[in-house]
């Protein structure tokens, strides 16, 4: 950045003390960055009442970044967290940034924001020195007061009148773990009392002067063709507008309650293509059409084990269903377009929009207020665009906010997979042969984890593949819950096999320290009896690697032998994610994967019969319920060697293994498809 | 039919002319400006829309206007008191009963209601009385504990 870019920055964020940072080559390839401001990946601005306020292109959906970046912020400047105020997913304002996904908010963007925080407390030390004529050795700053113990200043003295922007590399000396304060105390979210009192705003809280609520008029299925049109009747009513442009027919109406009534009002026939697959006999056609396979791993020979045990794994479609559906509003003015959206990826959705409309990234504007869930689902922001399409075209504001139909139409699905291991296990009980095969889930936590000597890894059916009948997207974790489903279970088959204990099994197939003590943590905590399977007790343990998080659960069911039901009754998470910025938040994500994983595991799956998708709501879309939730005890095994690894996936990505593995081990019955419904684990056990 | 229907929101007199058959939720987040209450389905199975009438929880989706006319409605917006948080309020915050916040006011609506009736309930009709009301982020544990911490 230039001095003259750097001036117009600073206008733009407002005065005081802006301390800027650039990231380390790897993670700006890592995160392909382009756009303004070019050389940036964090800044944050110290303002004459010393209230800091710290940019992110991250977004918060309930993951609690919001606090957890904030801390970071403040452990480093040496501020109280109530001083932080955060600037999220604004791109006018905040440094560019792929999106939030990936558990990478901490892991990538948090050294950053160290950085910037840092280096601010040294900017801060030196006009302090100045100030109080001392030298800056002797000065210490606590709570935003930088003194000697004579004199003292205050962080807002020091930045009233000042305009001074420093651009510095990430080199800045960081606060030593033995010394954190604010880093790894147990901390209650920022959001709190915004979001117990209805305050908190989302897209669809934005009210803007003249601004009309959409209705978009959408195909019957996934692929079919409008035949006939029909709008003379919703053009009758009063105050509503149709807009027909291309293949944007949509109703836009003073209320959402009005726009639905004139939706109503319109007559469309359509044709539907002939379906491919339906969601029983997916399987089949991932097998038939998943080709060649891509080989990515190979490791020794996997070609001649002796009493190889072949398993094929299972799962289907899901879809996000975050309680919030798409919503965007969009602002046509003076040739700019402001957006607010509930979306994952701020700046991807600028991109987006502006390609749609022919316009210059420069004149759009995308604001992200709270998000209420996104789990991958809101990264595509098909919503936004919709509303800037119509904003343009009524030339008032206007707001898409899908109904839940929609969101059970257009949100992405996470693919359905097919699994397939060949593996061996000697006379010692050691591991032998491990050959992979995956079809639709991707590689997302397929490596084999444990010691073993030959091994091979084929992928078959990527999960962008235009295979699937509907638009398919990342779901929290993306296939790493079916990948581990399959290893996990096929640990547990072979250690059965062995006539070994099942933690027994996995210890004596990995020297990874870190895998034993988050298996051991864990199968402690339970109160692990050994015994090899099935015990009868219906207690179970597996564990995975995702976002550089080692985490194992172990779990106890009962399954109910009349209706096939099955209730979890408990689970136990180890995780070793490295530093922890907030014990609160981290524990909360885990039990957050642990319960949703519940879903996936006993009773989500998406229904359809080609581009037909036949669950629109949650009375046939089965989310987790309280009366489903188990007792869930969090343990963070402390390693504070380590920086800070993700923490909003790597729980949830074992549980349909320990599940499944605790069911073998209350009913002797092997599940091999999720979810495990009552009608499955009947059928199974008959 | 258009109309004027009175009623009490929050503690206050209100009155809105318009359809008395539009659903309860659309005529508070709009001609109201309330936004604390939530669409999340739009067929009563979510729960994110409850508000209390006459002190019963219904879902404000499936609420046409002309049944709470005449009565009390309470939202999230009226559970606070004199810049003073409801207790089932503030042991949501003690205990992080919430992620994203979009069900939040639901569940803490359905949770008054129930509470204002049985003051002291027992953790398993807490899960039977909250089992309607859908969350996704998995705060499910915490807010049981929040309510029973107040149900004591």
């Known amino acids: 950045m230039n001095a003259l870019d750097r001036r117009a920055f600073c206008k733009l964020v407002g005065g005081g003390v802006v301390i800027l940072v650039t990231a380390k080559p790897s993670e700006l390839q890592a995160q392909q960055r382009r756009g303004y401001p070019e050389d940036l990946n964090a800044y944050l601005r110290i303002d004459e009442n010393g209230r800091v306020t710290l940019f992110s292109g991250k977004i918060e959906m309930g993951q609690g970044v919001h606090t957890s970046l904030a801390q970071m912020a403040a452990e480093e400047l040496g501020v109280p967290l109530e001083s932080i105020t955060m600037c999220m997913g604004d791109t006018d304002q905040c440094p560019w940034d792929a999106g939030t996904w990936g558990s990478l908010s901490t892991r990538m963007f948090g050294p950053a924001v160290r950085a910037a925080s840092a280096e601010a407390r040294t900017v801060m030390l030196k006009l302090a020195s100045e100030t109080l004529r001392v030298p800056r050795e002797t000065l210490v700053v606590r709570n935003g007061v930088v003194t000697d113990g004579k004199k003292s200043v205050t962080y807002g003295e020091l930045a009233k009148g000042k305009q001074i922007a420093r651009l510095v590399d990430e080199k800045a000396v960081l606060r030593a773990v033995k010394d954190f304060t604010v880093i790894g105390r147990p901390t209650k979210r920022v959001d709190s009392r915004e979001k117990v009192t209805g305050r908190a705003k989302y897209a669809g809280d934005v009210r803007l002067p003249g601004m009309l609520y959409a209705r978009i008029l959408r195909p019957p299925a996934h692929g079919a063709t409008r035949t006939s049109l029909d709008t003379a009747k919703a053009k009758a009513i009063d105050g509503v507008t149709v807009v027909e442009r291309d293949d944007l027919v949509a109703v836009l109406a003073p209320t959402p309650d009005g726009a639905a009534e004139a939706l109503a009002m319109i007559k469309a026939e359509w044709t539907k293509p002939a379906a491919a697959f339906d969601h029983e006999s997916v399987a089949d056609a991932f097998v038939k059409n998943g080709g060649a396979g891509d080989v990515k791993t190979t490791k020794g020979d996997v070609g001649a084990a002796a009493n190889a045990i072949e398993t094929t794994f299972r799962t289907g479609y899901l879809a996000h269903a975050p309680m919030e559906p798409h919503t965007a509003v969009a602002e046509w003015k003076d040739g700019r377009m402001t957006i607010w959206a509930s979306t994952q990826s701020p700046f991807g959705t600028r991109a987006r929009v502006a390609q749609t409309l022919g316009l210059d990234e420069s004149n759009v504007r995308v604001l992200t207020p709270f998000v209420g869930g996104g789990f991958g689902g809101k990264s595509a922001a098909n919503q936004a665009v919709e509303a800037a399409r119509l904003a343009q075209i009524a030339g008032k504001p206007v707001m898409v906010a899908w109904t839940r139909g929609e969101e059970f139409f257009f949100d992405t699905f996470g693919p359905a997979s097919v699994i397939r291991v060949v593996s061996s296990v000697d006379d010692r009980g050691k591991i032998a042969s491990w050959d992979y095969h995956v079809y639709g889930a991707g590689e997302r936590s397929s490596e084999v984890l444990y010691d073993v000597p030959n091994v091979r890894l084929t992928s078959y059916v990527p999960r962008s593949s235009k295979l699937h009948p509907f638009a398919t997207g990342p779901w929290r974790a993306p296939g790493a819950g079916m990948n581990v489903f399959a290893r996990e279970s096929q640990i547990d088959i072979m250690a059965a096999k062995a006539k070994v204990d099942p933690l027994e099994f996995r210890l004596r197939n990995t020297t990874d320290a870190r895998l034993r003590k988050v298996l051991t943590a864990a199968a402690d905590a339970l109160g692990w009896k050994p015994g090899a399977g099935p015990t009868g007790q219906g207690r179970a343990i597996a564990a995975s690697v995702d976002a550089g998080t080692y985490c194992a659960l172990a779990a106890e069911v009962a399954v109910d032998k009349k209706t096939g039901a099955i209730q979890v009754k408990r689970v136990v998470a180890a995780q070793d994610m490295g530093i922890v910025i907030n014990p609160t938040g981290a524990k909360m994500q885990m039990e957050g994967c642990i319960t949703m994983g519940l879903g996936y595991v006993l009773s989500e799956e998406l229904k359809f019969h080609g581009g037909d998708i036949a669950d629109r709501n949650f009375d046939t879309y089965e989310l987790p319920r309280f009366s489903a939730v188990p007792r869930i005890e969090t343990l963070l095994i402390k390693n504070d060697d380590l920086a800070p690894q993700g923490g909003g996936e790597p729980a949830i990505v074992p549980m349909g293994a320990v599940i499944a593995n605790a069911v073998f081990d209350a009913t002797g019955v092997r599940m091999l498809r999720l979810p495990m419904t009552p009608a499955r684990v009947l059928a199974a056990m008959a | ?152």
């Open chain 2, 1 to 152: 039919m258009k109309r004027k229907i009175d009623f009490k929101l929050n503690g206050k007199p209100a009155a809105v002319d318009t359809d008395d058959q539009r659903a309860l939720l659309w005529v508070l987040r709009g001609d109201l400006e309330l936004t604390g209450t939530k669409y999340g389905c739009g067929e009563g199975v979510c729960g994110a829309c409850t508000v209390a009438v006459d002190g019963v929880a219904m879902r404000s989706c499936q609420t046409p206007l002309a049944n709470v006319e005449g009565k009390s409605v309470t939202t999230i917006e009226g559970l606070e008191r004199d810049g003073k948080l409801h207790p089932l309020q503030q042991a949501f915050i003690d205990h992080g009963a919430f992620q994203c916040g979009y069900c939040t006011s639901g569940m803490l609506m359905n949770a008054w209601a129930f509470l204002q009736k049985t003051p002291h309930p027992s953790r398993a009709a807490i899960v039977q009385e909250m089992d309607a009301n859908l969350c996704r982020c998995g705060a499910h544990q915490r807010i049981l504990s929040a309510i029973a911490e107040v149900a004591k």
